[in-house]
């Protein structure tokens, strides 16, 4: 069985920063793409950013060039760095395992950017 445990999230004012962390378990994760979701309130969940097996990364639009994503194998660990942090960047942060569907995601993490 699949666990995602999502950290790190918090409040921040805007222009700041914040790291996520996505502990993984029950899976073999250096065989599973990996990827962050958002979702605001009254919107629809968003991809943020996606991560494959061999660490090629792709991201949305509203964060390129703001947000990093990573993986450590030897932790089962996927992160997300967020830097230059938006108000409109404020959201829950999900973690998801695509290859999982609705059983692949996490609790979610809380970010809430202030002006």
């Known amino acids: 069985q699949v666990q995602l445990v999502e950290s790190g999230g918090g409040l921040v004012q805007a222009g700041g920063s914040l790291r996520l962390s996505c502990a993984a378990s029950g899976m073999f994760f250096r065989l599973n793409a990996m990827a962050w979701y958002r979702q605001a309130p009254g919107k629809e969940r968003e991809l943020v950013a996606t991560?494959?097996?061999?660490?090629?990364?792709d991201y949305g639009d509203s964060v390129k060039g703001r947000f990093t994503i990573s993986r450590d194998s030897a932790k089962n660990t996927v992160y997300l760095q967020m830097n230059s942090l938006k108000p409109e960047d404020t959201a829950v942060y999900y973690c998801n395992v695509p290859r999982y569907g609705s059983n692949g995601w996490g609790q979610g993490t809380q970010v809430t950017v202030f002006s």
């Open positions: 991560i494959s097996i061999g660490g090629t990364t």
